[in-house]
């Protein structure tokens, strides 16, 4: 949906009769497109493990069942995956496998969602009055992703957010989930009505 109304945006911006506010809509949407698809990732990664652990914890070592739950026995308490780890290391430890079945080396769609994407989120969720005037506009940094980040950016992103769940789920086969509900966009560029039914 936020896709679907940053290409709207887009289109509209130079229509509006105050051309920043036209900028300023489009530059939302194009971000929440982004951090969408971050998040979908993130949350289908977080599904499949909760699935796993409430369908084999007895067979699983305590260390495993924390880790795929995010969670300190010891503490008593919630802990934190980082998003590099659990695009690795969830489908590792569900698969039974000895390496990650997708990384940034295999997969175009990876190193994307861990560099380009990534770099987007931090620079939204992590903004911060105080820059660095020595990295100022090169590239990587939060701030240049943060200004100079485009609708083509959000499509590559939205795009590669999808394809990595797909083949992480056909990878995890009778442990991955059904995605018949996940669509790609059509050839208007959009994602069809039925993906929000």
Sequence with gaps: MAYNMALDANKIASSFTIPARGGKLSQFCIRAAVLSAFYFVEAYLNGVAFDFVIRNGKTLSEQEAEFLMEWDGKLNREKWVNFKDKLYKYPR????????????????????????????????VHQSPKPDFSTIGLPGTKLASFIHLRLADATEIVDASISVVRKLNAALGKNGINVDWLFDRDASGRFPENAFL
Excluded: C, F, M, W
């Design 93 to 124: 430890v569900i698969s039974g496998s000895q390496h990650p079945l997708l990384t940034d080396s295999n997969s175009a769609e990876v190193k994307l969602l861990l560099t380009k994407a990534k770099e987007v989120r931090d620079s939204v």
